[in-house]
């Protein structure tokens, strides 16, 4: 038995329908709905053919802006998103499901306020497999936005690709197969959020909604975290990495994975239970992308999964620690300047709105930099008078150490009298210095 689309598809594209006038509302011009024509409870088109069956329907097309319009409609493959879900491929002509569907029109043009119907018929190949298959009809609109001009930046025009999308799903009858398979795990994130990327293939023809676990080990076997997770649609015949965002940081290192998947069944074939235990390691470069650069290791394009919304804070202000302390560096510096202290050794420009500049290359290669220490006891390690009352921090990021309370600390020490400590950022540094100077004071 092939049962019928998931709900929340129905519900993504009636969202997509009405709020679509919303959108462009307060910038005017046309805008154009799109919705299933004499199936208005169910939201898209259902069809059980079997291969070399035909059936028809029509959809409506609606402008319901203020000007009149030209909008372009074709077909498009549905396929299981990054965080899974449905979603649409509209950037290549359709190859699977949505290649089916041929449409009466390839474009219409409706002046405010009308609308018009457009019949399709739904054609299956002979040969195809039993399953349930999706494509989509799309109605899209391009319109330019202009950016506004000012002083420091340039003039930048940009493109927009307004979509509407009805699903049609063809369930071909035969033998349904409930079938999943788990690859590697592979480490991301971006800007503070570290995510374990666990490679999933619905191996089967139906759709389904899993459910799981992912637990993590260290190389000595210990567990770090658990990571429980619900799917939304997975469809048939597809794969992706599913993100899961660890609410504790895994420092460079091996690990190895406990992977548990549960497929719910349909009537005549029996739920499937999946275990896999891949390893995989985090290296050094990692941890500095995801924690102190501005580049991310995964690029997300659907959001950060199964990311809490508390636990992501603690990750921001990682993320921003490098950041601050380089904006806190320079401050500090212009304020030395002010009172007479002693500058330091390079000129640092002023802070643009936009950047923060690069300093000019050295004429000589600079000599290699002196490894970074524990600071010695304080006797040995006198403040000098040039540190007082600021000190100049220089970060180490390659040397993070993640600490057991979960935060990351980094070496930094001053440039001007060398003292050093592990801190968090450069309020910590100077924290720990003024803790030292009154301790030896």
């Not at 079938?179 to 994130?189: A, K, L, R, V």
């Not at 190389?219 to 609410?247: C, G, H």
């Not at 941890?287 to 809490?308: D, E, I, M, R």
């Amino acid at each position: 038995m092939i049962e019928a689309m998931p709900r929340r598809l129905a519900s993504l594209t009636l969202l997509a329908f009405l709020l679509a006038p919303a959108a462009h509302a307060a910038s005017g011009g046309p805008v154009f709905g799109l919705r299933a024509a004499g199936n208005p409870k169910l939201g898209y088109f259902l069809y059980n053919l079997g291969p070399g069956a035909v059936a028809h329907g029509a959809i409506i097309v609606s402008n319901t802006g203020n000007r009149a319009g030209t909008v372009r409609l074709f077909t498009a493959d549905a396929t299981t998103g990054r965080t899974t879900g449905t979603v649409y491929v509209t950037d290549r002509r359709a190859r699977v499901a949505g290649a089916w569907v041929k449409l009466s029109t390839a474009s219409l043009t409706l002046p405010p306020g009308r609308h018009a119907t457009v019949t399709f018929a739904v054609r299956v190949p002979p040969g195809v497999d039993p399953g349930q298959w999706v494509g989509g009809i799309v109605a899209e609109t391009r319109q330019a936005a202009q950016g506004p001009k000012t002083k420091h930046k340039a003039n930048v025009r940009i493109r927009i690709r307004n979509l509407t999308i009805v699903a049609v799903q063809v369930n071909v009858p035969g033998k349904p197969v409930v079938s999943f398979t788990i690859g590697g795990i592979t480490i991301g994130g971006q800007h503070g959020f570290q995510q374990v990327l666990v490679h999933f293939a619905n191996a089967g023809n139906l759709l389904r909604k899993p459910t799981g676990t992912v637990t993590i080990f260290d190389s000595k076997s210990k567990v770090v975290e658990t990571l429980p997770f619900k799917m939304d649609t997975f469809l048939p015949q597809t794969a992706i990495d599913y993100p899961l965002l660890l609410t504790k940081a895994l420092p460079p290192g091996n690990y190895h994975a406990s992977v548990q998947l549960a497929v719910p069944g349909v009537p005549g074939v029996a739920a499937k239970t999946v275990i896999a235990k891949p390893s995989f390691s985090v290296s050094n470069q990692d941890v500095t992308q995801v924690f102190t650069s501005s580049k991310p290791t995964q690029v997300p394009a659907g959001g950060l999964g199964n990311t809490p919304v508390s636990s992501s804070l603690s990750w921001a202000l990682i993320a921003a620690s490098a950041t601050g302390a380089l904006l806190l560096v320079l401050l500090i510096f212009q304020l030395v300047r002010r009172r007479g202290g002693k500058a330091p050794r390079a000129p640092v420009e002023p802070l643009h709105p936009e950047a923060v500049p690069l300093p000019a290359p050295p004429a000589e290669p600079a000599p290699p930099a002196e490894p970074f220490r524990t600071a010695p006891p304080p006797a040995a390690q006198p403040a000098s008078p040039d540190c007082d009352p600021y000190h100049f921090w220089e970060v180490a990021y390659d040397g993070g150490r993640l600490g057991s309370d979960g935060v990351w600390r980094f070496p930094h020490r001053c440039r001007t009298c060398g003292l050093e400590f592990l801190a968090s950022d450069v309020a910590d540094a100077t924290a720990q210095a003024e803790a030292r100077r009154a301790s030896s004071g």
